[in-house]
């Protein structure tokens, strides 16, 4: 009998926690970032550390995508109950869109005011997008509104992770964790 796999490849697993880690870093650094107040030396480098990793992201997000499409993950546990797999299905789905609509956002926003965003710049890569202060503006708040979205689903995600790893201890955890497939 063919065995089958347990846990997420360690491709699927590397591309998770980076992603992961961005993204957990890039949240304070854009609420920090637009506050009163801070120092202009510290703005100017979390501007230019967000943006870029932003950019950063999406291309991940890109290839994270493509990968899923042609390796699908593996089935969950027997012992997961039917509304935990629609839950996971649904809060895995919206993070899947939120962390495009995020880095595509942004984009737009800065773009659409002609700011720099330095690692394009420095590679030529210009933009195709009007000059314009309404569609920057729309950008905003849906990056905006989108941040708040994407905060309360991860707070979700972690939470049922950390209860698979720490109370179920139902081997959920361990299809992603560690980083590399053992
Ligand atoms: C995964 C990707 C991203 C995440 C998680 C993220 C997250 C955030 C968060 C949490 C804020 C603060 C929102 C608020 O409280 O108003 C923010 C603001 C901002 N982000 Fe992002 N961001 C991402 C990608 C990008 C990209 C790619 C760019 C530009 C290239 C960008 C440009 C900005 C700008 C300019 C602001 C300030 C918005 C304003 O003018 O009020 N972001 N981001």
């Known amino acids: 009998m063919i065995e089958q796999r347990q846990g997420y490849s360690t491709t699927a697993r590397v591309m998770h926690w980076i992603i ?3 993204v957990l ?8 970032m637009i506050q009163e107040g801070i120092s202009r030396p510290l703005q100017d480098t979390l501007f230019l550390f967000h943006k870029n990793t932003g950019v ?3 291309l991940l997000m ?4 493509l990968y899923r499409r042609a390796k699908p993950p593996p089935p969950l546990p027997a012992t997961v109950p039917d509304w ?3 839950a996971a299905g649904l809060s895995h789905g919206a993070l899947y869109v939120l962390l495009f609509v995020m880095p595509i956002s942004g984009y737009v926003r800065v ?5 720099p965003i330095e690692g394009l710049d420095a590679l030529g890569i210009g933009t195709l997008l ?7 503006g729309f950008a905003q708040g849906l990056h905006q509104a989108a941040a708040f979205l994407l905060i309360a689903v991860l707070l979700v995600h972690i939470g049922a992770a950390l209860q698979h790893a720490f109370i179920r201890k139902d081997g959920v955890f361990s299809r992603m964790w560690p980083p590399f497939e053992r």
């Not at 870093?25 to 920090?32: E, S």
């Not at 890109?62 to 995508?65: M, S, T």
């Not at 009007?130 to 920057?136: R, V």
């Open 20 to 22: 992961a880690v961005l």
């Open 25 to 32: 870093l890039m949240i304070p650094a854009g609420i920090t």
């Open 56 to 58: 950063i992201v999406l």
């Open 62 to 65: 890109v290839a994270r995508l």
């Open 84 to 86: 935990q797999r629609r």
């Open 111 to 115: 773009r659409a005011e002609r700011y």
């Open 130 to 136: 009007p000059h314009s202060k309404a569609l920057a």
